[in-house]
């Protein structure tokens, strides 16, 4: 029997399902970056109180420490997984592909997680109940877990974008697909990133603190401007480093986008350079709620659109530059003994090799075409582009506006003779591409 | 389901190393996973009464607030060890799990922001509660209510998973496409009796409790008498419960004669024994352990059968060898992961047990595990880095 390994489509209406794994990503960076970050800000602060006998960081970094429970081992960690159950949900096989090549890089996280969960309760709930030589090592190894818990997982989303070398097809080693060329300026851009984090809410703790001693506030406010604007500075290097170092068809997406990408980017940094200038200079101007609503932007205009971008780039590919987003694998990987499956669909039809279509959708009819059609359309580009006539997310209706069936046509073969980098090649049988076209007419865009 | 879908739902790739030792990966993380479940089950469940009673009475004034941290901690423990749980099981039952994903894509969504709602609403209880704010126990209901409620939706896509032969009917139901991801199922025999052990998990929980605290002079030993008391109570009568409902999970799936099942009702027995008994909570605890991995394991054998009898069998997965990365694996979970784990318990335990500061820096266990740590995980980074400038220079020059 000709069938690949397609599993059941979840579609949500005018959405997709994609969106789901986008808005749970963009909440889990924000908690986790911050994560990470606060344990390299907890080493240097502990650092600090313990060689300049300063005792009086140590409330600040309980209060610290308490927040970060909520924020990042409460929403950060219940995200994390949620990340992995909603891209499932979206992306099967993506996800599939990812857990086949690195169970054993992700379990090795795992360890480094547990060690994470208990060191942070340890280290917040017995931070005055245990001596500061103690307390400071505790601070040393939270500190190192937490970042080789972003060691762990960079080479694998930076996989997600593309291996960096053709040595992994051939291969099908997971330390070839893990160490691509941009796993570690991707790896520091993230380190930035989450330096400047940790300022961004130390900033929200310190001028909380400022009715009970006003001075420390002032000092730690200031720290947290400087630790900000070294974080901002190390983002936008390895932002750069990176950059160069992605495929193709990344840069092909890029260049849609990439005037007003550049002008969001350089607003941001001045806005943030002039709020770090501020905590450094009068911290007394910020107070909790600037200082938070400042996360709110950074979460709105930075992540949700940086992410978006990250999503938009790896397009036509979801993992490793050989599945599609659409479910589909699109080259040999000899080193894994994969085999493109573009070949029989183009040959049997999506329909016939998805084992997961009912026997009375198999083959096209006048009576059931409305219906394959639109079962293909989910088929091929819901995992992109929403297909009613209502659709919000990267909707066809905007795309195919006004067109006849042979415009639709026209352009389905072109996708399906490769003619455009950041599509997935699919090519099929005149009927299907006959049904989809009839399905998409239906919908009078 | 026939076995040829099956079988090509598994990924392309084949596992990266042999699949009984995901699947024996599977069972004993499961049942850690599991273990914390039921005590964060218990433990706020018991918080809520004692929250009810207000500090009123002088043993739950005490009590409660511990209950509720338990809860706190073993929630975001319960999150991290429910991760390897469901990496493994991807690994070699990835059409099971994915085609759950997919069916219960919009349940899947729901379940993620479900957790993030009631456990931040559990934070509010404890902050509440510790306020003495009117309407905490309240806040803690009602958090109380949706983590079950998250629970349930495991349930359900655990259920749906071990049901392949109809997953073609919820997709397609009388040959329409459904892509709405609204599939749910619930087997509430099996249901019941995983959630009927968090009382006897709480009961040992307390026996340990009380024998933890009996050491310390700043708790007084009717209180410890007490919470040893209830505990040995809720153990007793929770046990008597799980029991019966274990065997009516095992009449209802044909298991109950199975040597495992034998061997777990056996082991729930001795438990019972033990926990009446109460000589020694810790040994309990170890008895309450291997009952769990008898019950994780009976979980394994029915997706086993169910999948072998319809032609898929874990063991004939095709196997690409990745030696460099369960190298990795295995030296960081068996000396970072031991001797660092074993370094922070240590150190609470001890914390636990003094009055005042613990001086870690004076104590030769927590000092030496302390320094270990420290230079193992600075050790991996070398390497780590070392590693991957390797395999770079090697690809691209």
Request: glycine residues 8%; contains cysteine; charged residues 15%.
């Amino acid at each position: 029997m000709d069938i690949i390994g397609q599993f059941p489509l979840f579609y949500f209406p005018d959405y997709g399902s994609a969106w789901m794994m986008g808005l749970t990503g963009t909440i889990h960076i924000l908690f986790s970056h911050t994560s990470v970050g606060a344990a390299m800000l907890f080493a240097f602060l502990a650092h600090k109180a313990y060689k300049e006998d300063r005792s009086d960081y140590y409330p600040y970094m309980k209060k610290y420490g308490m927040f970060l429970l909520i924020f990042s081992y409460v929403l950060g960690s219940i995200t994390g997984p949620g990340i992995w159950n909603t891209a499932t949900a979206a992306s099967p096989r993506g996800i599939s592909a990812l857990i086949h090549n690195f169970v054993w890089v992700w379990a090795t996280e795992w360890v480094f997680f547990i060690y994470e969960v208990i060191g942070v309760f340890v280290l917040v709930y017995f931070i005055d109940k245990i001596d500061k030589k103690t307390h400071l090592r505790l601070t040393y190894t939270f500190a190192l877990a937490s970042v080789g818990t972003l060691a762990l997982i960079i080479g694998i989303i930076s996989f997600m974008m593309w291996p960096g070398t053709e040595a992994f097809y051939a291969t099908g080693s997971a330390s070839d697909a893990f160490f691509g060329v941009n796993t570690f300026p991707h790896m520091f851009l993230r380190i930035g990133f989450m330096i400047m984090m940790s300022g961004v809410i130390g900033l929200v703790i310190s001028s909380s603190m400022r009715k009970g001693n006003a001075a420390l506030s002032d000092e730690l406010s200031r720290k947290m401007g400087y630790v900000s604007i070294l974080g901002g500075f190390i983002t936008l290097f390895f932002f750069i480093w990176y950059m160069g170092t992605l495929p193709d068809n990344a840069h092909a997406v890029f260049a849609f986008s990439k005037d007003a990408i550049i002008k969001n980017r350089i607003i941001l940094t001045l806005v943030f350079v002039a709020y770090f200038a501020i905590a450094i200079i009068k911290p007394r101007l910020i107070n909790p709620v600037i200082a938070s609503a400042m996360i709110g932007v950074i979460l709105i205009s930075g992540l949700w659109s940086g992410e978006k971008l990250r999503e938009s780039m790896r397009k036509p590919y979801v993992a490793g530059q050989y599945i599609y987003s659409n479910q589909i694998i699109s080259r040999d990987v000899p080193g894994k003994h994969i085999k493109s499956e573009l070949p029989i669909i183009a040959e049997k039809g999506l329909l016939q090799v998805n084992p997961f279509v009912p026997a009375r959708l198999k083959v096209i009819t006048d009576e059931n075409k409305l219906e394959t059609g639109e079962l293909l359309a989910k088929m091929s580009c819901s995992n992109c582009h929403s297909l009613e006539k209502t659709g919000v997310y990267r909707p066809l209706k905007d795309r195919l506006v006004g067109m006849d069936k042979d415009g639709i046509k026209a352009i389905l073969y072109a996708i399906g003779e490769g003619g455009m980098s950041y599509m997935p090649k699919l090519k099929l049988p005149e009927t299907e591409y006959d049904a989809i076209a009839e399905y998409f007419v239906s919908l009078h865009y | 389901m026939d076995a040829s879908v099956l079988l090509a739902l598994r990924d392309p790739a084949g596992v990266p190393f042999y699949p009984i030792v995901f699947q024996v990966l599977y069972i004993l993380t499961w049942a850690l996973h599991a273990a914390f479940v039921l005590l964060s089950l218990g433990a706020m469940g018991l918080s809520l009464y004692g929250s009810a009673k207000g500090k009123t009475d002088k043993y739950w004034s005490i009590l409660t607030p511990h209950l509720i941290q338990t809860g706190k901690i073993s929630v975001s423990i319960l999150i991290v060890l429910g991760v390897a749980p469901l990496l493994f099981t991807q690994v070699i039952y990835d059409p099971n799990w994915y085609v759950t994903n997919t069916l219960s894509g919009m349940w899947i969504f729901i379940f993620v922001y479900t957790m993030v709602v009631g456990y931040s609403m559990y934070y509010w209880y404890y902050y509440a509660n510790r306020a003495q704010r009117t309407g905490s126990t309240l806040i803690g209901f009602v958090s109380f209510g949706i983590l079950v409620f998250a629970g349930v939706l495991m349930h359900n896509f655990a259920v749906t998973s071990i049901m392949p032969q109809q997953w073609m009917s919820m997709y397609a139901p009388n040959g329409v496409v459904n892509t709405s991801g609204w599939t749910f199922n619930l087997d509430i025999i099996r249901l019941a009796f995983m959630v009927s052990l968090s009382i006897p998990v709480v009961g040992i929980f307390l026996q340990n409790y009380s024998r933890f605290l009996s050491t310390r002079k700043d708790f007084d030993a009717s209180f410890i008498s007490y919470s040893a008391k209830l505990g040995t109570n809720f153990a007793v009568i929770g046990l008597l419960i799980s029991a019966v409902l274990f065997v009516l999970w095992m009449l209802q799936v044909k298991y109950l004669l199975h040597p495992v099942s034998l061997a777990t009702i056996v082991g729930v027995l001795v438990l019972l024994v033990m926990a009446k008994i109460n000589s020694n909570s810790y040994y309990t605890t170890l008895i309450l352990v291997v009952v769990a991995l008898l019950i994780s394991t009976m979980r394994e054998l029915i997706r086993f059968d169910i999948m072998s009898g319809l032609g898929y069998s874990i063991y004939d997965y095709p196997i690409n060898l990745e030696i460099p990365s369960i190298v990795m694996f295995l030296s960081t979970f068996l000396i970072m992961g031991f001797v660092g784990v074993a370094f922070l318990l240590t150190m609470a335990w001890k914390v636990g047990k003094s009055e005042g500061v613990f001086d870690g820096s004076k104590d030769v266990m927590v000092n030496r595990l302390g320094q270990s740590t420290l230079y193992i995980m600075i050790a991996w980074m070398v390497i780590y880095f070392a590693w991957g400038i390797g395999i770079l220079f090697n690809n691209i020059l």
